[in-house]
């Protein structure tokens, strides 16, 4: 049973930082990416960055790149998000994702379509 637990969200100022963390478990395919998605209230989700895991080919979204690192640990099967110089309109709640491939990924996914299994979620909130 493939399961993410994702921890890390918060309540921090504009211009902190944060590091979400996404750690998958219950699978055995050779070949997955992690994405990051977040969806804020009355808005759609929209995908923030993502990751091959075998390797670390990244996407983000042009609102995050310069501020957002997402990184991963495939030993212990986590991928991190590191954000610095947070806005307030960062604010969301943030999910990370996960999909298989039978084949290598020649490119990143960044369709959440493509992902079938989400974490439960981790609220972030930037606000002063």
């Known amino acids: 049973q493939v399961q993410l637990v994702e921890s890390g969200g918060g309540l921090v100022q504009p211009g902190g930082s944060l590091r979400l963390s996404c750690t998958a478990s219950g699978f055995t395919f050779d070949y997955q990416a992690i994405g990051w998605f977040r969806q804020a209230p009355g808005k759609e989700r929209e995908g923030v960055s993502c990751i091959v895991t075998a390797d670390g080919s990244t996407y983000y979204a042009h609102s995050v790149r310069g501020r957002f690192t997402i990184s991963r640990d495939n030993a212990k099967n986590t991928v991190y998000l590191q954000m610095n110089s947070l806005k307030p309109e960062d604010t969301a709640v943030y999910y990370c994702?996960?999909?298989?491939?039978?084949?290598?990924?020649?490119?990143?996914?960044?369709?959440?379509?493509?992902?079938?299994?989400w974490g439960q979620g981790t609220q972030v909130t930037v606000s002063s």
């Open positions: 994702a996960l999909g298989f491939s039978r084949n290598p990924l020649r490119v990143v996914p960044t369709n959440d379509h493509w992902y079938d299994y």
